[in-house]
């Protein structure tokens, strides 16, 4: 499944990354995939993707009052998941830099009867005042922002001191054999499939797997967070480890 967020870039990649993370690019990557985004991604993932959005929410719930921030957001699955689960009055915010995936989003919410707000935004700088959230969650999402250690402060930014944040991506399997499979469905099966029914011709199916590999996974991950403000980061791996949930504190009075 591609990313569940289009997530908000607004600088183009460095220039020794291989993948296109520009700003033009993705936007209009995501925005030709829309219409078919959830068909796609429940194919593709065999559905799993909806148990992981699940575990997310169990182990970083909805604060018990307050707001909470999804970020690259994309057509909502993760925010809306959290407005199933979260109690009345909770204020829960969608952010994307893409509007065609937003407005997929704002439908699925009106046709479910669920409160969101929609903010098309730049994950690299959130329209947000310093420490309004009490937790920010991004699902596949982390890996499209062009400059991953300046998404992450922006979300420590905006998250409350002692604030949690979830992150809910792909990562690659440490299991060789696992590996194995998992990377040769990535490359040979998942772009055929995934261009095809998506019908775009930005090769969006292509980008994520390149993108997946080349993403800091594992401790490399953990580091960035915790250089962006963080403490306390725990990495839950799911299904064998081809996702893993990376679960982290906001240090009370140090800014993201």
Sequence with gaps: ????????????????????????????????????????????????DVWWRHVTVRRAPPPPAGAMLDVCTGTGDLAL???????????????????????????????????????????QALPFPAATFDLVTVAFGLRNIADTARGLAEMGRVLKPGGRLAILEFSLPRNALVRG?????????LPFLGNAVARNRSD????????????????????????????????????FGIATLTLATRVSGKAG
């Design 204 to 239: 969006a199916y292509t980008y994520l797997n390149k993108s997946v590999e080349e993403f800091p996974s594992g401790e490399r991950l953990a580091t960035l967070v915790r250089a962006a403000g963080f403490d306390t980061v725990e990495m839950i791996p799911l299904t």
């Design 1 to 48: 499944m591609i990313a569940e967020s289009t997530a908000t870039i607004g600088q183009p990649a460095a220039a020794h990354n291989a993948v296109d993370k520009s700003g033009a690019k993705v936007r209009g990557m995501f925005a030709e995939i829309a219409p078919r985004y959830d068909l796609v991604n429940r194919m593709l993932s065999g559905g799993i």
């Design 81 to 123: 998941a959290y407005a199933r689960a979260a109690r009345p009055g909770v204020r829960i915010v969608a952010s994307d830099f893409c509007r065609p995936m937003l407005d997929r989003g704002v439908e699925k919410a009106r046709a479910a009867g669920k409160s969101v707000e929609w903010i098309e935004a730049d994950a």
């Design 181 to 189: 499979g998992y990377l040769w469905y990535f490359r040979r099966v």
